[in-house]
């Protein structure tokens, strides 16, 4: 397949980039005018924000009742934050806010305004090395469909970041805010457990 | 799973910096405004459109209702505080290990994160007729859809049901209740202070409604006395799954020894009721006595006196006998985690 065929995932970015977010949101949400034609109301909070995302300042205009995973997805068109089930049940959507898990359908973009919201694209170094729990899933080939992974990985980096060195079971409990509908879970922990003894520095035995 | 897939209708959003700004948005807007904390419940209603609001108040950049701090020899929890931070605060898991324990069996991890202590306890009913938007007394009509004979109410209420059978889902209220807590209510010009035990209202006295907070009243704080610092305490909580699920029963104790004796004891259970329900008879009726099986298995048949099961939720009369009866007894929890 040729280099410069364009994706469906390229191609939406693209148009979000390209500046007709309204039309491609139009798309997105079946001609919902609530997300990008609705007038300002008076009062309340501003909803022009600059959020601080994967290390950047992004300025955006965020609708009040706008959630994150809305904001990341089709205003920043960051989509590898997943929505799966939009209700806290399932984990698809977890980003870390002040490098702690949180699940980006269930908050408001206005909540998080002064945080650092970090997604799974700010992850990998600049020069496109991946991050450890990456490499692992990378390793095991932990997953099967994967729509869960982003989710899964950013539950593991934020564990991480308080318990570095957990057991199997330890981390299970970790990441249990995330759902796999493949049911795959046993080769998703062997490899996020590869990627907390790679962020460890830990060999390959 | 909602049928609804869609972004939340519009709202007003303000975002206070300060109690006293939050006191006066409430003041003037208390009516209509829908005070938003973690929003673990709150985006479930706004996004199934089961509930609707015109204007929410946000409270999540206050300051001075996070934290948990030192007062009057016991703690003063924020009420942002949140669930994950009330269970890894090293105070609160020395003295009062109880709360933490409870609080940590919340959902789930990013749950946690999010979902605060004043939340927690103020969530609304868990019942999915009600939640599904259907018009039952508590949602203002006038039948319960989950006691009907065909009705599927498993998760639902044995005890004090008054035409709702909807039950009280917190896992940290029997806590904050064995732990005598106290509710710090505010609203502008004014403070009151209730027992946990009162913030919870049942169906009977306001149908709609799960505490005592009134519009333009704010929950700010919980404290927890010394009373119970270092007592012999005992949580468990019973789930279909061992992570992120609402309880079926929990309990929660706190007990005093002298000698081989109980000499003073508070026992809470929850989502067997609309309101988490301290169960005083027991503790009456287990204070001076020995603290064996014998005593244990008195206190359990005690709790489950005047139950009444529906079709489906028989099975919560001899556990909760049973979380009573191991919440005298004590020793590791059986089923919890």
Known sequence: ?205 | MAIVHDVIPPFQLFQPASVDEALDLLDARGQEAWVLAGGMDSFDWLKDRTKRTSVVVELGQVAELQGIRENAGGLEIGAMTTLTDVAEHAGIRERFSLLAEAAGLVASPQIRNQGTLGGNVSQDARCWYYRRGWHCYRAGGNICYADTPTAVNREHAILGADRCVAVNPSDTAPALIALDAQMVIRRKGAERVVQATDYFRGPDIDITRMTVLEPGELLTAIRIPATWAGARFYFEKVRDRQVWDFPLVNVASALKADGGRIADARIAVGAVAARPLRLQAVERAIAGRPMNDETAAMAGEMAIQGAVPLRHNAYKVPLLRNLVRRAVRGGPPGATT
Do not use: W
């Not at chain 1, 390793?139 to 957990?166: R, W």
């Open chain 1, 1 to 205: 397949m040729s280099q410069k065929a364009v994706s469906r995932r390229n191609f939406i970015k693209g148009v979000i980039a390209g500046g007709v977010a309204v039309s491609s949101a139009a798309y997105l949400f079946r001609s919902s005018p609530l997300l990008s034609g609705q007038a300002a109301r008076t009062g309340g909070v501003e909803r022009l924000l600059a959020l601080t995302v994967n290390g950047q300042t992004r300025r955006v205009d965020v609708a009040p009742q706008e959630t994150l995973a809305s904001t990341l997805r089709y205003k920043l068109g960051l989509t590898g934050t997943k929505l799966g089930c939009d209700r806290a049940e399932c984990g698809a959507c977890t980003v870390l806010v002040d490098d702690v898990p949180r699940y980006a359908c269930s908050v408001l973009t206005h909540a998080v305004r002064t945080k650092r919201i970090q997604t799974i694209e700010g992850l990998a170094a600049a020069d496109g090395t991946l991050h450890p729990v990456q490499q692992g899933v990378v390793d095991e080939q932990g997953f099967q469909c994967a729509f869960c992974m982003s989710g899964f990985i950013m539950a593991t980096v934020g564990y991480l970041k308080k318990h570095p060195n957990p057991t199997r079971e330890e981390l299970a409990h970790g990441v249990s805010g995330n759902l796999c509908r493949c049911q795959d879970y046993d080769k998703i922990l062997t490899a996020l457990h590869r990627g907390a003894e790679l962020s460890r520095g830990v060999a390959r035995g």
